[in-house]
C-alpha cells in the first residue's frame, strides 16, 4: 500500500516560470516530510525538509506543509533547465524511523 | 559529504544466477538501505539494517536476502535471480537520527 502519493506524474514548465509539485500522506501516523530530487542517471540528493506545520524557502525553493491534511507541496521559482530531474517526495513517523517514498514528479524545465 | 560506494556499477546475470551486490559507506552512520527504481515506481524498500548483524525487512524484500557484516557494509543476495528483477539498485545509508538518506551511485542490474 503507497503510503506517499505524488502529484502530477509528470510536469512541464518553461524556463523562468513555477514549477509546483504536491505530496500526500494517507497515513496518518507520518509528520516528517522530505523532498529528493534525482537528475537523469544520477543518484537521489535530499533537497529539503520539513517537519513543522508552515513554509520554509531556501533560494529558489519552497516547501509547505499542511500537518493536518498530511500534505507538502515544493516550488521551484525562475526555473531552469538545470532543475529538470525527477523529485522524490518521503516521509516518515518522527526522524527515527524508516522513510517512505512515493513515486516521483518528473519535471522538465523548457529553455 | 558523506560517501557511499556500490559495486558492481553494471551486471549482467542469467535467469538463476547467483549475483551479491556490494556497498560501503565512510560515514560512521549506523542505517543502511537497499532500494530498487524501476520506472512509475520511485524507490522501493528491499532491506534494511541498524547495524552489523542487524536485519530489517523493506516492502519488497522476496527473493532478496541481505547481510550487514561491519558498520560499512551492507550485502544484497540474489541466489536465484529473475528477470523481474532487473532493476537500477540503490544503496543509502543515514545516523541515526535518519534526517537524511545519503545514496550511492547505483547499480544496474540486467537479468536474462
Known amino acids: 500500500q503507497q503510503k506517499v502519493q505524488q502529484s502530477p506524474e509528470s510536469l512541464i514548465v518553461p524556463e523562468g516560470g513555477m514549477a509546483s509539485l504536491n505530496c500526500t500522506s494517507s497515513?496518518?501516523?507520518?509528520?516528517y516530510f522530505w523532498w529528493y530530487r534525482q537528475h537523469s542517471g544520477k543518484s537521489p540528493k535530499m533537497l529539503m525538509s520539513i517537519f513543522s506545520n508552515g513554509e520554509k524557502e531556501e533560494g529558489r525553493f519552497t516547501v509547505h506543509l499542511n500537518k493536518a491534511s498530511l500534505h507538502t507541496s515544493l516550488h521551484i521559482r525562475d526555473s531552469q533547465p538545470s532543475d529538470s530531474a525527477l523529485y522524490l517526495c518521503?516521509?516518515?513517523?518522527?526522524?527515527?524511523?524508516?522513510?517512505?517514498f512515493g513515486d516521483g514528479t518528473q519535471l522538465v524545465v523548457k529553455p | 559529504e558523506a560517501a557511499v560506494t556500490q559495486s558492481p556499477r553494471n551486471k549482467v546475470t542469467v535467469t538463476g544466477g547467483n549475483v551479491t551486490l556490494s556497498c560501503r559507506q565512510t560515514?560512521?552512520?549506523?542505517?543502511m538501505y537497499w532500494y530498487r527504481q524501476d520506472t512509475g515506481h520511485g524507490l522501493r524498500l528491499i532491506h534494511y539494517?541498524?547495524?552489523?548483524?542487524?536485519?530489517q525487512i523493506g516492502d519488497v524484500p522476496d527473493g532478496y536476502k541481505a547481510t550487514r557484516t561491519t558498520q560499512e557494509d551492507f550485502f544484497l543476495l540474489l541466489e536465484l535471480a529473475s528477470p523481474s528483477q532487473t532493476s537500477l539498485y540503490f544503496c543509502?545509508?543515514?545516523?541515526?537520527?535518519?534526517?537524511?538518506?545519503?545514496f550511492g551511485p547505483g547499480t544496474r542490474l540486467l537479468v536474462l
Open positions: 560515514n560512521s552512520h549506523n542505517y
Open positions: 543509502a545509508s543515514s545516523d541515526d537520527n535518519q534526517d537524511t538518506q545519503y
Open positions: 539494517s541498524y547495524g552489523a548483524g542487524n536485519l
Open positions: 497515513d496518518r501516523n507520518v509528520d
Open positions: 518521503a516521509a516518515s513517523k518522527g526522524n527515527n524511523n524508516r522513510i517512505f
